[in-house]
């Protein structure tokens, strides 16, 4: 153990293990090169011996193997990372800003009396502290925030870094909790799944939307080809609901539904107002529309001036061969 | 199955009458003249004879509940045309709306943000007030905030919350302070502490906001000095003539267009070429039928040069509602969700069977819904929309080209 | 039930949010406020259970930008009392110094369950819900969506939100702190009529509280607007060109998989 260390908790989804762990691998490699420590991740699960090969990057893989960690109780939880975190010492822990996240790291701040800092895109060693980035104010404001004390709990936010690829030492030890992990007043029940069948398309990370420039119900099927193959969804502007061509819960806008996914395509959609309402927080916008004065264009990253029917097939194919 | 009147009912529908001008609805005789004339009547559970008679008969709790309630679009069809002239639309409608929201019934959504929209921001689009004078950016003639710089003026313009925020209102809304500027009128706005006349909102029952709303401007025009209010839209002209007198405050005012037909030949003098297009007016359904003023914008139309006028088959009072009144702008969605559509959609194909190439109108709701309409029904390509405004601003070389 | 619900007044993004003269701040004095979003989803919450289960529902709030209103909505919508928590003028308290005004206010309050928006967007160096919870030496959990009694006296079902529209079902013993994200139904609309009767025949209480101000672990160096361009980058070619070049942007972005 060491001053310099950062420690990463690993995001586990159920017995799943989570990409954002990746970029969590990345960012603690940046901070304790700095001081010559060492990524420790740690790994709170059922049986955490499946996701070893994956955590690579790392150089120490602590794994907590417990009956309670199988799904998720805040207590047991926070219990477990307290336990490991109190030991090492590490200068930082990262957290994923994700659902575990949002309880662990403030309990988990709160017991070590440790800084936390939320929102974060960025962390550099700075001396003996830290200089993070946050972007607060729903993304209308960034913070740099200097942080003296350690440890310091940082959420770091999804997409913020590119995942680590880079091979660290990959030492895996085994823990056991020093007395049996509590329950807590908080107790799961059981999950509760998604019907099939259903799309929620506030949920995807890659939305396909089609507007009237996809001119008729046929084209929306070429559209479907290209969400597939991004491993997203179709949604659709109002007049393409009203043409009956996507039902009502794939509406985006103002007397739809407001997403904020990692990738939004407009095709043929011209981004009225009442459109844009819906949409305009998504990460990246690529819009494409034969009218070079359509509004969307102020609202995308990327733009292109072309017809989305000649588009759609070119770009499934370009995907596809991407993709590998 | 007959249905028999409670004296509960009786008392409660003569209540909900009061708040109209007309007869009491209580006078209803059941005639159906309202639920045929209605345009998304067949789409109602209750129009509005069957309002009447269910409350009458003790059932209000169904008519609160019911979907129905919010599929008017206050066209005045049915008040127009009512034998007994029972105030249907701006009386029975609102009041009922207010009760369905004082028990607990909750409105449609897009129409609940719009009401936290008008009560946060003072307008409709929930956009910041600081940027109400935005519109007029870079304009070529100068804009007098009233609200900075009060002075006394002939004209206190109040722009409306559409013309204000909506880009595709922007063209007319410069257009009009070019075109008043050239008549020699002086005039003034009130720029960011502007806000909404409150008409839409009264109409979907939000009594209460209404009420606020005409505090805050009465306050706001008690310290100005003014001959008239004017204004782009219809709802506003309505609101303000007919509802703002009984608070006590009365003004004079104007929609623009029968302000411009008293000026019909300083604007003759200052047309500088014509405008080739075969044009169809869109009577609103405010300023038309409900006040019957139908002549002026055909005056001015006609004032144009190069200007066809033709008809539409349903024309003058018998015009079909474009869909945005009443609280119609933000309940397309509901209507179409139970069993309704669209009216502008039908609107602009009547427009198109005239074989014109322009819609007129004058009504800033009307530009984005008959462009919208144009798009979906494949006329877009056919059928022009723009307000009366634009057509005489190009006439007057006062249109955005000419802006150095 | 006895329901705790805190509501926060956060800026208003509508508006352009302003850096004040030290750079480090953002400048309070030209923002304007609302209240915070999950919070108004805790007060529905908050409203529902009661009209399952009976009980009261008590708000509490700092006295900040537009508080009135929001508490006399608060009022209008069904909250049994509503609390206004003096602070001096200019001071914006972390979510930890927030955390100990609300647990000295409500000390004396009967509260078998406290509901607080999981998230603010002004928030940076620490979370004002599970910092409430420690305050109070409650229990938590965060990223609720919907809140039913449970089957034991004592008890509620919580739902917690994951990725993919999944949700855990939690039982929790109370007395416990949630951090809300979203209510079992959107947040009621009241008709202004009615938040005018509030404001004429409701009361605040206004406990005077003692707050030590905790110093923040964290020092705020300065804040800056995001780096953003205005129009999109058009991309040009042919057809395939164009796809070629969005699928590469794709693939940089890590939306290849």
Redesign the interface.
């Known amino acids: 153990m060491s001053a310099h260390d950062v420690l990463v908790v690993a995001e586990v989804q159920r017995q799943a293990l989570a990409d954002i762990t990746l970029e969590l691998l990345a960012a603690a490699r940046g901070v304790a090169e700095a001081g010559g420590g060492q990524v420790i991740c740690l790994v709170l699960s059922a049986d955490g011996t499946p996701f070893v090969p994956a955590l690579a990057p790392a150089d120490r893989i602590v794994l907590v193997n417990d009956p309670q960690l199988a799904d998720y109780a805040p207590d047991p939880f926070v219990a477990a990372a307290f336990e490991v975190v109190a030991a090492e010492q590490p200068r930082a822990v990262l957290v994923a800003g994700t659902s575990v996240g949002w309880d662990l790291a403030p309990l988990l701040a709160s017991r070590l009396q440790a800084p936390l800092v939320t929102g974060c895109k960025s962390v550099t060693a700075d001396g003996p502290g830290l200089v993070v980035d946050v972007s607060f104010c729903g993304g209308k404001m960034m913070a740099e925030v200097a942080v003296g004390q350690s440890p310091a709990v940082l959420m770091i936010m999804p997409g913020s870094y590119r995942a680590a690829t880079a091979a660290g030492a990959a030492r895996v030890e085994t823990r056991e909790p020093a007395s049996p992990l509590p329950a807590g007043a908080v107790r799961f029940r059981e999950w509760v799944l998604p019907e099939a069948g259903d799309v929620d398309i506030t949920q995807q990370d890659v939305l396909v939307a089609v507007g009237r420039g996809i001119q008729q119900k046929d084209n929306v099927e070429l559209a479907e080809q290209l969400a597939q193959a991004l491993g997203g969804a179709v949604c659709a502007s109002r007049p393409a609901v009203d043409q009956g061509w996507l039902p009502a819960t794939r509406q985006v806008g103002k007397s739809g539904m407001t997403v904020r996914p990692k990738l939004y395509l407009a095709l043929g959609v011209s981004g009225a107002p009442e459109h844009l309402e819906g949409m305009d927080g998504s990460e990246l916008i690529i819009a494409v529309n034969t009218d070079p004065k359509a509004p969307i264009f102020d609202a995308a990253h990327y733009g292109a001036e072309v017809d989305a029917l000649d588009l759609l097939p070119a770009l499934v194919e370009a995907v596809g061969a991407k993709k590998g | 199955m007959s249905v028999v009147p409670t004296d509960a009912g009786v008392e409660l529908l003569e209540q909900l009458g009061k708040t109209g001008s007309g007869t009491s609805p209580l006078g209803c005789m059941q005639c159906g003249m309202c639920a045929a004339s209605c345009p998304l009547g067949a789409a109602m559970e209750f129009p509005p004879r069957k309002l009447i008679l269910q409350t009458m008969a003790g059932n209000l709790d169904k008519v609160l509940a019911s979907p129905s309630l919010w599929m008017c679009v206050g066209c005045y069809t049915c008040s127009h045309r009512c034998p007994r002239d029972i105030e249907l639309t701006d009386g029975l409608w609102p009041a009922l709306r207010d009760r369905s929201m004082q028990a607990g019934f909750q409105p449609p959504g897009e129409l609940q943000e719009t009401f936290q929209n008008l009560f946060k921001y003072g307008n409709t689009l929930g956009k910041s007030p600081r940027q109400r004078l935005d519109w007029a950016k870079g304009l070529d003639v100068p804009v007098l905030d009233l609200s900075k710089e009060s002075r006394p003026v002939d004209v206190l313009w109040l722009v409306g919350c559409y013309p204000s925020y909506y880009p595709r209102n922007h063209a007319v809304t410069r257009a009009w302070a070019r075109i008043m500027t050239r008549l020699g009128v002086s005039w003034g706005v009130l720029g960011a502490k502007e806000k909404s006349a409150g008409e839409c909102e009264r109409m979907f029952g939000e009594e209460g906001l209404f009420e606020t709303l005409v505090e805050e401007n009465r306050k706001l025009l008690g310290a100005q000095q003014f001959e008239t209010l004017v204004t782009l839209d219809p709802h506003a002209y309505r609101a303000l003539h007919a509802y703002y007198p009984r608070f006590g405050a009365w003004y004079p005012v104007q929609h623009y267009t029968t302000f411009l037909a008293e000026r019909l030949d300083a604007l003759r003098g200052m047309i500088v070429k014509p405008v080739e297009a075969t044009v169809t007016y869109h009577d609103n359904c405010c300023v038309g039928r409900r006040c019957g003023c139908y002549d002026p914008p055909r005056a001015l139309l006609q004032l144009i040069p190069g200007v066809k006028l033709v008809e539409m088959d349903r024309h003058h009072d018998n015009a079909l509602c474009c869909g945005g009144g009443g609280g119609g702008m933000w309940l397309d969605a509901h209507i179409v969700a139970h069993g309704g559509h669209r009216l502008s959609d039908e609107r602009i194909r009547q427009a198109a069977a005239t074989g014109a190439d322009t819609l007129a109108v004058s009504c800033p709701y009307e530009l984005s819904r008959f462009e919208d309409a144009a798009k979906v029904a494949g006329l877009d390509g056919q059928v022009k929309v723009r307000d009366i405004i634009e057509l005489l601003a190009e006439s007057m070389d006062l249109g955005e080209r000419s802006v150095a | 039930m006895n329901i705790m619900v805190v509501v926060r007044q956060v800026?208003d993004?509508?508006?352009?949010?302003e850096?004040d003269a030290s750079g480090s701040s953002?400048d309070w004095d030209a923002a304007s406020f609302?209240i915070n979003e999950c919070d108004d989803h805790a007060l529905e919450q908050a409203l529902l259970l009661k009209e399952a289960a009976g009980g009261t529902v008590t708000v509490v709030a700092l006295d900040q930008g537009d508080v009135d209103n929001t508490l006399y909505t608060a009022a209008a919508k069904g909250a049994d009392r509503i609390v206004k928590i003096p602070v001096d003028d200019g001071w914006h308290p972390s979510p930890r110094a927030a955390a100990a005004l609300y647990a000295e206010a409500a000390k004396d309050l009967a509260k078998d369950l406290v509901l607080v928006g999981?998230?603010a967007?002004?928030?940076?160096?620490?979370?004002l819900?599970?910092?409430l919870a420690?305050a109070l030496a409650l229990?938590?959990?965060?990223?609720i969506r919907g809140v039913q009694a449970g089957s034991e006296p004592g008890s509620v079902?919580?739902?917690?939100?994951?990725?993919?529209?999944?949700?855990?079902?939690?039982?929790?013993?109370l007395p416990?702190v949630l951090?809300i994200l979203g209510a079992d139904q959107?947040p009621?609309?009241v008709?202004?009529?009615?938040?005018?009767a509030a404001m004429k025949e409701s009361r605040f209480e206004e406990p005077a509280v003692a707050a030590a101000p905790a110093a923040s672990?964290?020092?705020?160096?300065?804040?800056?607007?995001?780096v953003s361009?205005?129009?999109?980058?058009?991309?040009?070619g042919s057809?395939?060109d164009?796809?070629?070049r969005?699928?590469?942007?794709?693939?940089e972005?890590?939306?290849?998989?």
Do not use: N, W
């Not at chain 3, 972005?253 to 998989?257: H, R």
């Open positions: 800026p993004l509508i508006e352009s949010l850096i953002l609302i999981v998230q967007h002004d928030e940076l160096d620490g979370v819900a599970p910092a420690a229990p938590y959990v965060g990223v079902v919580a739902c917690k939100e994951f990725p993919g529209a999944v949700m855990a079902r939690l039982d929790v013993r416990a951090g959107p009621r609309y008709p202004v009529s009615r938040i005018r672990l964290v020092s705020v160096h300065k804040l800056y607007p995001p361009g205005t129009r999109a980058e058009m991309l040009v057809e395939s164009i796809a070629g969005i699928a590469a942007i794709l693939a972005k890590g939306l290849l998989k």
